[in-house]
């Protein structure tokens, strides 16, 4: 089964940099897309970023040119730079495969954007 491991959380201010990374364990291949979601406080999760494995990304309007995607097949890890970051960037991030209903959700790791 696998897992998703998230870390690279934590508080910043508005206008700073975080770096997040996602490890997958146990047996994954590399030819799914994968990505990055994430979930605010009251509202339900939603879709970042995503990856496929010949490096092809996309994202949601609300993150373009603040925030990057990318993997290393090789390490079988997603990274998401994110830039720039608002209060309203502040969430729980997770990563998972880029398909209609992904499963075996990991713990996610926090964002918090505040003064």
């Known amino acids: 089964q696998v897992q998703f491991v998230e870390s690279g959380g934590g508080l910043v201010q508005p206008g700073g940099s975080l770096r997040l990374s996602c490890a997958a364990s146990?047996?994954?291949?590399?030819?799914?897309?994968r990505g990055w979601y994430r979930q605010a406080p009251g509202k339900q999760r939603e879709l970042v970023a995503c990856?496929?494995?010949?490096?092809?990304?996309t994202s949601v309007e609300s993150v373009k040119g603040r925030f990057t995607i990318s993997r290393d097949n090789a390490r079988n890890t997603v990274y998401l730079q994110m830039n720039n970051l608002r209060p309203e960037d502040t969430a729980i991030y997770y990563c998972?495969?880029?398909?209609?209903?992904?499963?075996?959700w990991g713990q996610g790791t926090q964002v918090t954007v505040s003064s």
């Open positions: 990856i496929t494995s010949g490096g092809t990304s």
């Open positions: 146990g047996s994954i291949s590399t030819i799914y897309a």
């Open positions: 998972n495969l880029c398909v209609s209903q992904p499963r075996n």
